[in-house]
């Protein structure tokens, strides 16, 4: 799939925001005034920005607003709808901190419960595309959640979570590559089982069906060489993982801190361009590019 920048940047981010905000509407002992003022910002900038941010890779941005009557149907309407309603939920909670010190944990355990649905009906908008083999699969909603909490934990500062969190993160993410990568083989798609016409011999294009590239191959087609993807792996697990963790292992700086929250943001924007440059769609067996 092309690792469009627009989608990158809100996966990462909207993740990261809602995963923050889970943190601060479960917290028994949460921060008010300017301190909490700072912390539902950097919250609502990640999730509202990242969600903004997708906007860009829509065909008819004005159209934007249709999608919520798909409810039924749409993975995408059902973020839509989670999202607002969490960002709503989670206002109303913030401003009872910011401007009058009032803990209503109700709204928060609400709102936190929200976070969580908004991130994992981002995550089944791909989860559940048959097309791309790599992507159906239970780690696909396991990482995006796992790597929200673990990420949202980091941001608040909740060690005790983010540790934890980031180490099984990191694990599930090597296996989901390696697993991952046998996935479009063992779907058993191929051009036979495509056209129907197994029962008479190998199937294979006579000629390319056009002569340039079109809408389909921009978008679902992109090859990654063996040995760029595994670096970028191996980059991303020790960006986004391996050094937030040994930060945290460290004695509490601010510093340290800081270099674990701008590492990690780096590994998942690796990760994130792995995850949608990686996921071979079918579409690519009839332009030979499988």
């Known amino acids: 799939m092309h690792p469009a920048p627009s989608v990158i940047l809100f996966t990462t981010f909207s993740g990261l925001g809602f995963g923050l905000l889970f943190w601060l509407g479960i917290n028994p002992n949460p921060p008010t005034g300017w301190v909490a ?12 920005g990242g969600l903004l941010a997708s906007t860009f890779h829509l065909g008819h941005p004005e159209r934007a607003l249709k999608a919520f009557s798909q409810w039924k ?32 944990a109700p709204l928060g355990w609400l709102g936190a ?16 595309l048959k097309t791309v083999p790599r992507w159906k699969h239970w780690t696909t909603p396991a990482l995006f959640l796992l790597l929200s909490l673990g990420g949202g934990a980091l941001l ?44 008479i011999g190998t199937v294979r294009a006579f000629e390319p069906p056009h002569t340039g590239t079109n809408y389909l191959m921009k ?46 943001i780096a590994g998942v924007l690796a990760l994130r361009w792995l995850f949608f440059a990686q996921a071979e769609h079918v579409v690519g067996l009839y332009y030979g590019k499988r």
């Open 156 to 199: 608040a500062g909740n060690v005790r979570f983010a540790l934890p969190l980031l180490i099984i993160a990191g694990v599930l993410q090597a296996f989901a590559w390696f697993h991952g990568d046998g996935r479009f083989a063992a779907s058993g798609t191929t051009m036979e089982t495509a056209t129907g016409l197994g029962h």
């Open 73 to 104: 149907t749409s993975w995408l309407s059902r973020e839509g709808i989670c999202a607002v309603a969490t960002l709503l939920i989670m206002a109303l909670y913030g401003a009872g901190l910011v401007f009058f010190g009032a803990h209503w």
């Open 113 to 128: 419960l929200g976070a969580l649905a908004t991130v994992f009906t981002t995550s089944m908008i791909y989860a559940q």
């Open 37 to 48: 003022f700072v912390f539902f910002a950097i919250a609502y900038l990640g999730a509202v």
């Open 219 to 264: 978008e679902f087609i992109h090859v990654v060489g063996r040995k760029h993807a595994l670096q970028l792996r191996v980059i991303a697990l020790v960006l986004g993982f391996v050094v937030p963790v040994l930060m945290l292992l460290m004695t509490f700086h601010h510093w340290n801190a800081l270099v674990a929250v701008v590492s990690h």
